[in-house]
C-alpha cells in the first residue's frame, strides 16, 4: 500500500512536468510566430505547425486564441516585473518598462481578450486570472522600483497612472509617433518622473 502511495506523487510529478513542458513549446512557438506574421494575425494551426503539434492538440492547453494570446501576454508582464525591479526610480524604471513594452506586441493584442465580464457562473476564467494576477505584479514592481507608495487607494491610483502612461509611450515610441512629435523617451520618462516625484 505504501509503495503505491509513493508511486502515484512521481507519475504525477513527471506527467505534470511534460505537461508543462509541452506547453512552454507551445508558448515559445506561438511568441515566434507572433514575431512573424504579427500577434493580431496569430492562429492555433499555425502555432501547431510551428510547435510541431496537431491542431487539435493545443485544445488541450489553451481553449482558443484569445487564451493563448493572454498567456503570452501574462508572460510578457513577468517580463516586464522582473525588468522594473531594483532599476532605482521610475526613470529605471519606466526605461525598462519601454524595452520590454517596444516589443510585446501580445499586450495589445491580448486586450481584444479581456472581457472584463464573468464568464459563465461569474468565473473569471483561468487565462484571465493568470492575467490579472501579473498585471499586479508588474504594478507593485513599477510602485516598488519607482519608490511610489502602494499603501492607498490614491497611491495605488498614481501607480496605474504613471503605468498607463507608460503604456501609451510605448505605443507612441512604437509607431514611430514620439520621434514624429519631436520628443525621446528619455525625456518624456523624465518629465514623468518629476511630476510624479512632487506628487
Do not use: H, W
Not at 525598462?96 to 465580464?117: P, V, Y
Not at 514611430?176 to 518629476?194: H, K, T
Amino acid at each position: 500500500m505504501a509503495e503505491v502511495a509513493v508511486k502515484v506523487p512521481k507519475e504525477r510529478r513527471q506527467r505534470d512536468a511534460t505537461r508543462a513542458a509541452s506547453r512552454n513549446a507551445i508558448l515559445d512557438a506561438a511568441r515566434r510566430v507572433a514575431v512573424r506574421e504579427g500577434a493580431r494575425d496569430l492562429s492555433l494551426r499555425g502555432v501547431a505547425a510551428e510547435a510541431g503539434f496537431a491542431p487539435a492538440a493545443l485544445y488541450g492547453y489553451f481553449c482558443n486564441k484569445d487564451e493563448l494570446l493572454l498567456a503570452l501576454a501574462a508572460d510578457d508582464l513577468t517580463a516586464l516585473a522582473r525588468a522594473m525591479r531594483g532599476t532605482g526610480g521610475l526613470v529605471g524604471a519606466g526605461t525598462a518598462a519601454l524595452d520590454i513594452l517596444r516589443g510585446a506586441e501580445t499586450m495589445a493584442a491580448a486586450s481584444a481578450a479581456l472581457t472584463g465580464a464573468p464568464q459563465e457562473n461569474n468565473k473569471v476564467g483561468d487565462a484571465e486570472r493568470l492575467f490579472n494576477g501579473r498585471l499586479i505584479a508588474a504594478l507593485k514592481a513599477l510602485s516598488d522600483a519607482s519608490g511610489m507608495p502602494s499603501d492607498s487607494r490614491q497611491s495605488q491610483c498614481d501607480v496605474v497612472l504613471v503605468a498607463a502612461a507608460l503604456a501609451g509611450l510605448a505605443l507612441l515610441a512604437r509607431s514611430g509617433r514620439l520621434e514624429a512629435l519631436g520628443f525621446s523617451r528619455e525625456e518624456i520618462i523624465a518629465r514623468l518622473d518629476a511630476r510624479f516625484r512632487g506628487a
